[in-house]
């Protein structure tokens, strides 16, 4: 499993905003043990669903732009884009089934 793709504020609206296919933004920090154990679950998630969506990071810490303007007050919490627009919020840790439920609408 390859590390996901982390991104920051500057590289938001060209990494997920303009994104052709769904993107699921993870809003972790280092320090953030959930976060930590959700990485690997994301990392198989992107690994076996990659053709559908797209999985990239983004700290919170080092990145509290994108975090302020999406309300994104807890970590973990993942965000589904698609076409620009907030479709999914998922908060806190979650098994890759239930992330797979939640997004499945809206990735095909």
């Known amino acids: 499993m390859a590390p996901l793709p982390e991104i920051d504020d500057a590289s938001f609206e060209a990494q997920v905003l303009q994104a052709e296919r769904p993107t699921l933004v993870d ?5 953030c043990g959930p976060c930590r154990m959700m990485s690997p679950i994301l990392e198989a998630l992107a690994d076996e669903h990659g053709d559908k969506f797209c999985i990239v990071k983004l ?3 080092a990145n509290p732009d994108v975090a302020v303007r999406y309300a994104v007050t807890s970590i973990p919490t993942m965000l589904l884009f698609v076409g620009g627009e907030v479709k999914e919020r998922l908060v806190g840790y979650m098994p890759a089934p ?11």
């Open 27 to 31: 809003f972790w920090a280092e320090w």
């Open 98 to 108: 239930k992330i797979i439920e939640q997004i499945a609408p809206h990735t095909g």
């Open 59 to 61: 700290d919170v810490q």
